[in-house]
């Protein structure tokens, strides 16, 4: 947001939590924004927290209807695990 990360990370964390509620489970959009916050640190070279990011989204959709799973955002977010890790030369991990 106007090249502001820590501002654009607090409006999604803020995003999801009006959409959350009390809830434990995440939602399909839920994970979406839980992407694009990963997103954001990738672009900003904050690997290791992107790769965190990554496998929680991953993780909550282990726990989401089949199919919502079927969708795009599974695509996404292998993409972006697989990207940050070739970045930190993580070749073999990437693959995977």
């Not at 820590?6 to 999801?16: G, P, R, T, V």
């Amino acid at each position: 947001m106007y090249n502001d990360k820590q501002k654009a990370i607090e409006l999604l964390n803020e995003a999801m939590q009006i959409t959350m509620g009390k809830r434990v489970i995440l939602h399909q959009q839920e994970i979406e924004v839980l992407n694009s916050i990963g997103i954001i640190h990738f672009k900003t070279k904050n690997y290791e927290e992107a790769i965190t990011i990554f496998n929680d989204a991953l993780e909550f959709i282990e726990n989401i209807p089949l199919v919502i799973q079927e969708g795009t955002i599974i695509v996404k977010i292998i993409q972006g695990l697989a990207q940050t890790l070739t970045e930190l030369h993580y070749y073999q991990e990437s693959l995977n």
